[in-house]
């Protein structure tokens, strides 16, 4: 192996003599880069932190600077002319001539059931044959590009050996996860920034032009001519897929742990007739573009939108099944995403100097937003008075919507008032909760309106699992928006993203990676409050299993850094607040505790912001699939918890008349004494007789006196007339305090419609 003599002179230098040291230089010419730098920084961080900060920096600027500067070129080197070139850090490239092209999924009719049939490890259908058949909705319409001049791309994608000439310190991210160890396997861990810098580093370091592949040009390249699924035919030979599956890994409670760690050498796998390698699989490659949807237009020298969300990424990767390895699929995700399923190829050219297309237009729920607060904004119902209403749906998708929208599962929504009045409300679309194809909708109740919009996309990172959204108005001008972003499938491997909204949803800043290691204990729940010492908590459930606990994470400088102080909530799906006293309170689901022959909610208590928590058995049923709870401080001082009462243990209510009887369905209840006692419970009901209404995925249930609404994944907020909003996975209802506080009547009331 090639020894860093940087290493080793440092290495000599700071701990060994000549003659101690010339015994191991065999030794270091046999491990990695990574475990050279690793050494050598281990060793100082160990002797003391000056040290350790020294050698840090005198790696950066002696190693890295010179790196990233590149050697100056002088004058501005000419062109290659040959079909096949070779640069000064061994990297190979083809020239790719002009041509005319079919854009997208194509006109081939639907997919092989081979590759719709495609199935998870244990066997579980992927159910690509409910909305794949013709491929995903981005790969239409399918439309004719031309590529008027030649360029050269990379044969293989990008090493390890090629990226650390670049970015020396990047050796110590070698084996991360256990992936790509060795000096010819495809470098991960790269942002787009830190692509696009390798490009300009290498361009000043030679004098021509480097650069990442427009999108148009990777699919073009990729495709060499053919109009077929893959360049191999409409089926992708065995050799191409490294651990097909919808991947929890490195995620320990789903994952098959370093089963799942594959190679990642370049040019091992059969190239396509222009003699470029691994461009199904192996890893993503990330493109010049913004993501975007295409137009039907013919276009010349495309090189994407104006600006976006996402960067976009082509070609898939190991841990993915071969549907999301065609040669049209779309992916994207944030720029500054680093994982191990992503890394790059390069061409040389110079880019084209046509006009991007424009930003994409702004969907419904952004449309026409008013910024002005209604004067009569605080002014509700009375709230000496009772007031219901309920249940009006909020989840409107057109049947059959497989899309960005789909009409096949709805769930687990977040609700916010905006300081307009508006109510917006977002949950996640998809055809199965551990798809590459969930992605999140919104709709917005205007201040005053009667119904809810039609749905419109919010948020979706293309072929990412967007798992899952809370939000949160900071009672002043800001809007909150969290979620987890997947490497691929599954709600595992997550990192948490964060943006706002000065506008009242209108616009939304940059999305930020707020914790951009894909893990546990960063899937977004419903929680997010600010504490009385101002600090915002944002609650993740500690684990993608069904029990195992809730995290907190804390900001305390309005969401420009977080922690996690490392507690674990009894149960999933947490609701947490803060009681008078300053202590933080919170009921789960799962990691039920026994009382007797029966199971109760856990109730979690921490006393030191979520350091530790104690645990102890609430008076109320366990929840379980289907089901989340709230629970949230009104301003008028008591918890309120909305939960589902399942039967054992029963929840009883007092009526007008003093007298106890079981209820079933969805309920709330208020505490005055920090959760030890409460004392108002009501089923979550009009107080009719029985009718029947819709549930998670228009199911139906009986909503009456004495049952409510059986599941859904609930979210809660209190607007600035004290109004309570409750939404389950499928319904919206409104009322006030003194609703919740008034005793039920013995017998149903009459409807007015």
């Not at 050698?55 to 096949?84: F, N």
């Not at 769930?411 to 109510?423: F, K, Q, R």
């Not at 919170?586 to 912001?609: C, H, K, T, W, Y």
């Amino acid at each position: 192996m090639e020894v860093n003599l940087d290493y080793l002179s440092r290495y000599k230098s700071y701990r060994y003599s000549s003659e101690e040291l010339e015994p191991t230089i065999e030794y270091h010419k046999k491990i990695s880069y990574s475990e050279q730098t690793n050494v050598l920084l281990n060793y100082y961080k160990r002797s003391s932190k000056m040290k350790y900060s020294i050698v840090c920096i005198t790696l950066v600027l002696g190693l890295g600077l010179t790196a990233v500067l590149g050697t100056p070129s002088g004058e501005a080197a000419e062109m290659p002319t040959e079909k096949q070139y070779s640069n000064s850090i061994g990297m190979k490239f083809v020239l790719i001539e002009p041509g005319t092209f079919d854009m997208g999924f194509g006109d081939g009719g639907q997919l092989p059931q081979e590759v719709l049939d495609a199935k998870e490890h244990g066997g579980r259908s992927i159910g690509l044959s409910q909305f794949g058949k013709n491929g995903d909705f981005d790969e239409q319409p399918t439309h004719k590009v031309t590529i008027t001049k030649p360029f050269y791309m990379g044969v293989y994608e990008v090493t390890n050996r090629q990226y650390e000439k670049f970015d020396p310190l990047h050796m110590h991210l070698r084996g991360k996860r256990g992936f790509s160890i060795d000096n010819d396997e495809a470098v991960v861990f790269v942002s787009w920034h830190e692509a696009k810098a390798f490009c300009d580093w290498l361009s000043r370091k030679e004098g021509l032009t480097y650069r990442l592949p427009t999108e148009a040009e990777w699919e073009y390249a990729c495709r060499a001519g053919t109009k077929t699924q893959f360049y191999t035919g409409d089926i992708l030979p065995e050799q191409f897929l490294k651990n097909p599956d919808n991947s929890w890994y490195p995620c320990p409670d789903s994952s098959r742990g370093r089963e799942e760690v594959v190679p990642l050498h370049v040019g091992r796998t059969q190239p396509n007739t222009w003699s470029l390698y691994d461009m199904h699989g192996n890893v993503e490659e990330w493109c010049h573009d913004w993501y975007g949807p295409y137009i039907g237009d013919d276009q010349i020298d495309p090189v994407g939108r104006a600006d976006g969300d996402f960067k976009v990424t082509r070609g898939g990767s190991h841990g993915t099944v071969a549907y999301y390895l065609r040669s049209c699929n779309r992916m994207g995700t944030l720029s500054e995403d680093r994982t191990f399923m992503i890394g790059f190829r390069i061409v040389l050219g110079k880019l084209h100097d046509t006009k991007p297309l424009p930003v994409v237009p702004k969907p419904l729920y952004q449309q026409k937003v008013e910024q002005l607060v209604p004067k009569d904004i605080t002014k509700g119902p009375d709230p000496a008075k009772p007031y219901f209403r309920g249940p009006r749906s909020y989840i409107k998708i057109e049947e059959g919507a497989i899309g960005p929208l789909f009409s096949s599962h709805n769930h687990d929504p977040a609700i916010v008032e905006c300081p307009n009045g508006d109510l917006i409300a977002i949950w996640y679309t998809c055809v199965t909760e551990r798809g590459r194809e969930l992605a999140l909708a919104a709709s917005r109740l205007r201040y005053g309106a009667e119904k809810w919009e039609p749905a419109s996309p919010f948020w979706d990172a293309a072929d990412r699992n967007d798992h899952a959204p809370a939000m949160w108005y900071d009672g002043n001008k800001t809007i909150y928006h969290f979620v987890g972003l997947s490497t691929a499938a599954t709600w595992g491997p997550l990192a948490i993203v964060m943006r706002t909204s000065i506008d009242n949803g209108e616009t939304w800043s940059r999305a930020r990676l707020i914790m951009p290691e894909h893990q546990r204990r960063n899937q977004v729940t419903e929680s997010v409050f600010r504490t009385r010492e101002g600090y915002i908590i944002l609650a993740c459930d500690a684990t993608p299993k069904g029990s195992g606990g809730t995290s907190i994470y804390i900001s305390k400088d309005n969401g420009l850094t977080w922690t996690d102080p490392g507690g674990t909530i009894a149960g999933i799906h947490a609701g947490v607040a803060q009681l008078e006293d300053g202590r933080l309170i919170a009921l789960g689901r799962g990691d039920n505790i026994s009382v007797g022959d029966e199971q109760r909610m856990p109730m979690s208590i921490s006393v030191d912001m979520g350091k530790t928590w104690t645990y102890s058995a609430s008076q109320f049923p366990p929840i379980s699939g289907g089901q989340r709870l709230v629970l949230i401080k009104l301003r008028q001082g008591p918890l309120f918890l909305a939960s589902f009462a399942n039967g054992k243990p029963p929840v009883m209510v007092t009526d007008a008349l003093g007298k106890k009887r079981e209820v079933k369905g969805l309920f709330g209840a208020l505490s005055y004494d920090g959760g030890q006692t409460w004392p108002h419970i009501r089923l979550i009901t009009d107080d009719g007789a029985d009718q029947e209404c819709k549930t998670t995925d228009g199911g139906n249930f009986t909503m009456g006196l004495n049952t409510a609404e059986p599941r859904g994944y609930l979210s809660v907020c209190q607007a600035q007339n004290g109004t309570i909003h409750l939404i389950s996975s499928w319904n919206h209802y409104e009322f006030n305090l003194k609703w919740l506080q008034t005793p039920p009547p013995e017998k149903p009331l009459s409807r007015t419609n």
